[in-house]
């Protein structure tokens, strides 16, 4: 009897001893043919370093790459003790953020969401490949990431390269290097809590902020959509929302937009706010404060930015100054301690 | 759904997560369900088409299995009253019945078959002729059909079994359902093997317990299979097709080179999917006939096709070429030219007029061109060529004292042989006759301009991918010579369970990281752009 039940517990050990080898192999092939995002393209870290800042998120930042661009998390912490986490990928649609938000809903519920607007002028079939990899790579396995991948997918792609990157990637054998897979397993945090620091300046030609007056001005039915669910989501979890649209020194807007989503706002009692309205009171100058002429804020530009937006939201939203809170304090000590290495 | 997608393997987890929940009893059931299940995939409406076939097929069998036991409950009630020729005269008009059931049943499967898959082939003919004849530039249009997933496999598959019934080598299955899965098993449906009922039918029906040695050992056909097809065959597809289109450029050895890779890509291809095909079969407990068997080391091309396709080879042996070899119009034709004209000739007719329709009708069923056609009349002429100098190949090698079991006759033998038939392929990888014989052409001329670095930039093979390509058919002719001594399953399976999870595990890594599949990283496509 005892003899038997040694050799049973003996085949359950090597089976069990199985599947943890073919899991490891899995996830290891999974990670070495992954792109990196460490040394370049770092955006594809922001959502994966998420996750172990998720406890200190006390505010989070969703939108597209107009934003890491432009909240630097640590300026929002030191000026006003707000512990943040810049939740943006580039050319990120409503969709992604809203499923960016139920994820960190699941994680940690944030005190308050600030949703940027600037990519919800997009049409419904701007998606790009790549961006939706960068963003969703790196979220972990659950049903929003899978809902996500489902509304993002453009038609030639497949659940399965979402869930294996491998079968995405596999093609990666001919540029491997040994960083491949020493970074395999990389988990130092590259971003500053998503903030992506650009030191490039790029003044713009048309010192004057135009917005166009042409083309299609109606948001398309699906991002309202979303940005509706994003509030209602929210607002069911009894979390605070903020809409805003970072400051940019782009024609691309129009105040047919402002209009629309301030409507929404106001069905849903939520504040709007277009922060190009705000340039000279935030003291933006774009002859200085841009990388790109204009479409993006750099580092200077952000430091402003931040530090103005830490005012806003201290001063509108319930949110504690967690300075002399030891947990808070020891976290973004060690931030800043990465940030000054970097 | 294609054969290799994660679909199918997500398909054939759930197929089999039921097939085993399922009562014994029942399990054939399943695989009827999925096979269906499987095929509406290819699109709901070719549903009918097989339906078509199965339920015509199951009527004319039936019917003609009917008067085979009317016929033998007459002869038995009449036993003391019928004389010899009244019972040949009964015989005779069960036989006529018989036969024109037969015929609706071959008219109708075979009528759609070639409906479907020459009809633009005819029309094209018909538009030629009204144009050379009478000068008419109204065309027909063509159909454009586009041909339903494995249609001829699953037509030749049970027209063979309803000749089987009429020649009354097997009994009719009397389960219109269980003769359903019969003709449309889900792993074979898609290329073969065409399987024979008295062959498969008991392995379909028959009742397994649950055995995981069996999963496993499929698996690793399956493994074997996709290697074949995603890291040799898909890999060269697009540097064969280019190198042929550009040939006016790239001509000599460049095409010889792809001449090679081409039957490297059509055997990793085909046998891949073959492999696939019985290492899923396998998993529910079928056990399919082998399609392939080392066809490179044939020794003469008869050789060859003998071991090549085997199972449509032997379908057009056993259904065409021996009925047409006993069929009387043949028979007599021969004895006259025996009687008449020249004894020797007269004794090769019956073989080589039936041959020559087999031949004739494998070129049409790869392909509703005249490239194939052609392709099949010199697979005919170079046999034909091979028996015929077959006494003054003797005799060369009795004066030169060759011995034909010395390895290097033996290697000049498969070495001859792989390169005629890699050859002919040509036709295969032409877009028409002409270009065929001008790529011949090609061959042999401008071999000095070759430089392997072209190939690497101009014709899509890159380097890596050149080594990653040769180092896999080097193993896939290591694993077919190993092959020789016997399944290598099998003794992978007598090696410590460490070093063939060792095994596994490394085929699954060299299939997915080596794999020619997906859409490729292009890493410039990650670059960010302005958003």
Request: net charge positive; proline share 3%.
């Amino acid at each position: 009897m005892e003899t038997e039940m040694k050799t049973k517990l003996k085949k359950t050990g090597i089976v069990l001893f199985k599947i943890v080898v073919i899991i490891f192999l899995v996830i290891t092939l999974n990670r070495i043919f992954m792109p990196k995002y460490v040394y370049e393209n770092q955006d594809g870290r922001i959502t994966r370093e998420y996750y172990a800042q998720s406890r200190y998120s006390e505010v989070i930042f969703v939108g597209s790459s107009t934003v890491h661009s432009a909240i630097d998390p640590l300026v929002l912490w030191q000026e006003k003790g707000i512990s943040s986490y810049v939740r943006a990928n580039a050319s990120q649609p409503m969709w992604i953020s809203y499923y960016m938000i139920e994820d960190a809903l699941k994680c940690h519920k944030p005190k308050l969401v600030c949703l940027d607007m600037t990519f919800i002028k997009y049409a419904d079939d701007f998606v790009e490949e790549p961006s939706t990899r960068k963003a969703l790579d790196g979220m972990r396995l659950s049903s929003s990431k899978i809902k996500c991948i489902e509304a993002s997918m453009g038609e030639d792609e497949k659940m399965a390269d979402y869930l294996m990157p491998l079968f995405r990637f596999h093609s990666r054998w001919k540029e491997l290097s040994i960083d491949d897979i020493k970074l395999a397993y990389y988990n130092k945090p590259v971003t500053l809590n998503g903030y992506l620091k650009d030191d490039g300046v790029a003044p713009v030609t048309e010192k004057e902020l135009v917005y166009t007056k042409e083309g299609d001005l109606q948001l398309s039915p699906r991002n309202i959509e979303y940005l509706r669910k994003s509030i209602e989501l929210c607002q069911k979890n009894g979390v605070e929302i903020f809409l805003f649209k970072t400051p940019a020194h782009s024609s691309n807007w129009s105040v047919g937009y402002d209009e629309q989503i301030g409507k929404i706002a106001g069905e849903y009692n939520v504040n709007y706010i277009n922060f190009d309205e705000y340039n000279d009171i935030i003291g933006l100058d774009y002859s200085t404060d841009t990388p790109d002429e204009g479409s993006h804020l750099n580092s200077f530009g952000a430091d402003k930015f931040s530090e103005y937006l830490a005012g806003y939201l201290a001063d509108n939203y319930e949110i504690k100054d967690q300075r002399n809170e030891r947990r808070f304090a020891d976290n973004w000590a060690r931030i800043n301690a990465q940030n000054i290495n970097r | 759904m294609s054969f290799i997608s994660i679909d199918f393997a997500l398909f054939v987890v759930a197929v089999l997560l039921v097939f085993y929940v399922f009562p014994r009893k029942y399990r054939w059931m399943v695989l009827l369900v999925a096979s269906y299940i499987f095929y509406a995939f290819t699109g709901a409406g070719n549903l009918l088409y097989i339906l078509v076939t199965t339920i015509s097929t199951y009527i004319c069998a039936s019917f003609i299995e009917k008067r085979t036991a009317e016929q033998k409950e007459y002869l038995q009630i009449n036993k003391g009253s019928l004389t010899k020729e009244e019972k040949k005269a009964y015989k005779n008009r069960i036989k006529k019945k018989q036969r024109i059931l037969l015929c609706v049943g071959l008219i109708i499967n075979f009528g759609l078959l070639v409906y479907l898959k020459y009809i633009d082939f005819a029309i094209a003919y018909i538009n030629l002729f009204r144009l050379s004849r009478f000068g008419v530039t109204d065309f027909i249009p063509f159909k454009n059909i586009i041909l339903p997933m494995g249609i001829s496999f699953y037509i030749f598959q049970s027209m063979g079994y309803l000749i089987d019934i009429y020649y009354g080598r097997c009994e009719t299955e009397k389960n219109f359902f269980k003769f359903a899965l019969y003709v449309s098993f889900f792993p074979q449906i898609v290329q073969g093997p065409i399987s024979r009922f008295a062959e498969l039918a008991p392995e379909l029906y028959k009742e397994l317990d649950y055995d995981f040695f069996r999963i496993k050992s499929g698996f690793y056909r399956v493994m074997w299979g996709l290697f074949k097809k995603l890291v040799i065959a898909d890999r060269l597809a697009a540097f064969v097709a280019d190198t042929m289109a550009m040939q006016d450029t790239y001509k000599g050895l460049y095409i010889l080179l792809a001449v090679f890779m081409y039957s490297m890509q059509i055997y990793g291809d085909f046998s891949g999917g073959i492999d696939v095909a019985i290492g899923v079969a396998e998993m529910f407990g079928v056990k399919l006939h082998e399609n392939f068997e080392r066809p490179f080391f044939s020794k003469s091309i008869a050789e060859y096709w003998q071991r090549w396709h085997i199972t449509l080879g032997t379908w057009f042996k056993d259904y065409i070429f021996y009925p047409l070899s006993l069929n009387k119009g043949i028979i007599k034709s021969g004895k006259f030219v025996r009687e008449h004209i020249n004894q020797s000739i007269g004794k090769r007719i019956p073989i080589y007029i039936p041959m020559f329709i087999v031949w004739f009708t494998t070129g049409m069923w790869h392909g509703s061109q005249n490239k194939f056609v052609v392709w099949g009349l010199f697979n005919f002429v170079f046999i034909v060529l091979g028996t015929e100098f077959e006494p003054v190949s003797v005799r060369i090698k009795e004066r030169l004292k060759l011995d034909e079991s010395n390895v290097f006759m033996k290697f000049y033998r498969v070495f001859k042989t792989f390169w005629l038939m890699s050859f002919l392929r040509i036709f295969d990888i032409s877009k028409d006759v002409p270009s065929a014989f001008k790529a011949f052409r090609n061959i042999f001329t401008d071999w000095s301009s070759f430089d392997i670095t072209k190939v690497y930039e101009n014709l899509f093979l890159e380097q890596q991918d050149f080594y990653v390509v040769i180092i896999a058919i080097i193993i896939m002719f290591a694993f077919d010579l190993l092959q020789r001594k016997g399944s290598v399953r099998e003794r992978i399976f007598k090696l410590p369970t460490v070093l063939q999870w060792v095994i596994l595990s490394l085929l699954i890594t060299v299939v997915s990281v080596f794999g020619y599949y997906g859409p490729g990283y292009d890493a410039g496509s990650f670059i960010y752009g302005a958003f």
